[in-house]
């Protein structure tokens, strides 16, 4: 027992490794070849972050294990927004601006509450899989356009893009890409396989395993990523990161494994996407109120989760 359980916590520092490896490398790469900072900031940075997520599932739905699949991308967002993004405003109170409250944060919350439709029989199928990879694809499209409009219009846009040295070579730059994709694919490998086991001998259910241990694990990246932002006072980095993460989870990740084998759903208990509702919902009129996300909601946010591990556990 005592193996499998430091395996999974190594395979935990790995796929930050890994992720870290991946999104340095692809934003020097990107700036290089000519794309703006926003630009690399809405896609290599973004999507490089929740690549843990994707490949576990990926791992997970090739593997056989549904459950781990989808109660990953379940957890991760509870996770996201409960726990990332309630000890980021404990750190630091998160300022939000005029594009986060009319765009991004209702869309999370609209995705949330529409996605888990496509549980309703039980199952993710593979043409709601593409459908969903389609989203995401729309999604992305539609940030992009509108960075490249804000950029063009002189608004000020804060993305989290990591200091790029200019000297390395492109070479170097593919190398890290190369590096942090087989250090993801890797430890994502570990990870599920060790989860499997501890869940078997410890008597847990596949998607309890995905819900709280390897959710929290895959999202070790988004965690640093938004803690630091939030102890340099970026507020709408650590804010972002949450959003970009919880849309690309529910999009990307889920319909990704859901192409590659359909996802069954029956493990979820409805109180897992209750609480996914209510804890995501939760976070718009604290967002709105005073524009900003104070400790005291943090707070709140924050001991939604161990309330919900609370109740969640023992079953």
Not at 185 to 210: C, P, W, Y
Not at 242 to 249: A, D, E, H, K, M
Request: glycine content about 8%.
């Amino acid at each position: 027992m005592l193996l499998p359980i430091l395996l999974i916590l190594a395979s935990c520092a790995f796929l930050f490794l890994g992720a870290e490896l991946l999104v340095r490398g692809g934003s020097s790469l990107a700036l290089k070849l000519g794309l703006t900072p926003l630009v690399v900031g809405l896609t290599v940075v973004a999507y490089g972050t929740s690549t843990p997520e994707l490949l576990v599932s990926l791992k997970a739905a090739f593997a056989g294990n549904p459950d781990i699949a989808i109660g990953n991308v379940v957890g991760s967002n509870i996770f996201n927004i409960a726990v990332i993004l309630g000890l980021s405003a404990l750190v630091l109170p998160i300022k939000t601006n005029l594009q986060v409250l009319k765009w991004d944060a209702p869309l999370v919350v609209l995705a949330t509450l529409l996605v888990p439709l496509t549980f309703l029989d039980g199952v993710v199928s593979s043409f709601e899989g593409a459908c969903l990879v389609l989203a995401a694809l729309l999604y992305t499209w539609w940030a992009i356009r509108l960075a490249r409009r804000d950029e063009r219009l002189g608004h000020e846009a804060h993305v989290d893009v990591p200091e790029i040295r200019r000297r390395p070579s492109v070479v170097l730059d593919l190398l890290k890409i190369v590096a942090g994709l087989a250090v993801l694919a890797f430890s994502s490998r570990i990870l599920v396989e060790n989860a499997v086991v501890v869940a078997k001998i410890a008597g847990l259910s596949d998607t309890v395993i995905g819900l709280t241990i390897i959710a929290a694990g895959t999202s070790m990246p988004e965690l640093a990523t938004s803690m630091v932002a939030a102890l340099r006072g970026q507020s709408d980095i650590a804010l972002g990161n949450v959003l970009g993460s919880s849309l690309f989870n529910l999009f990307f990740v889920l319909g990704g494994a859901a192409v590659v084998a359909p996802v069954s759903t029956s493990g979820l208990q409805i109180f897992d996407l209750v609480a996914l509702a209510v804890i995501t919902t939760l976070m718009l009129p604290f967002l709105f109120t005073g524009r900003s996300l104070n400790r005291v909601e943090g707070g709140i946010l924050f001991l939604s989760y161990l309330i919900y591990l609370g109740v969640m556990w023992p079953k």
